[in-house]
């Protein structure tokens, strides 16, 4: 199994910028793809971004273009960089890896709370 934890959300301006990671521990050999989705209540989780084994990302429509996605592979993490932030924004942040059997993982979220 792959845990996942989140961390970095905060109450930020609009306009601002906000650096979100995520570490994985215990089977993160398994990990076949890792990255971002995002809720608000009553939603379904949408997609920020993810990256698979060979590098390539993928992104959602509502962030795409405000954000930066890398994996550190070494350290077994994961980064987001959010600009230019947005009310719309606010929402629970999750860590997301997809690992070998197409098995779902998922972090506790993070709160990020964009204020106008």
């Known amino acids: 199994q792959v845990r996942l934890m989140e961390s970095g959300g905060d109450l930020v301006q609009a306009g601002g910028s906000l650096r979100l990671s995520c570490a994985a521990s215990?089977?993160?050999?398994?990990?076949?793809?890792i990255g971002w989705y995002r809720q608000t209540p009553g939603n379904q989780r949408e997609l920020v971004a993810l990256?698979?084994?060979?590098?390539?990302?993928i992104y959602g429509d509502s962030m795409k273009g405000r954000v930066a996605f890398w994996r550190d592979y070494r350290r077994d993490m994961v980064f987001l960089q959010m600009r230019d932030l947005e009310s719309t924004d606010t929402a629970v942040y999750y860590c997301?890896?997809?690992?070998?059997?197409?098995?779902?993982?998922w972090g506790q979220g993070t709160q990020v709370t964009v204020s106008s």
């Open positions: 990256i698979n084994r060979n590098g390539t990302p």
């Open positions: 997301y890896a997809k690992t070998t059997g197409e098995r779902d993982n």
């Open positions: 215990g089977s993160t050999f398994t990990i076949d793809a």
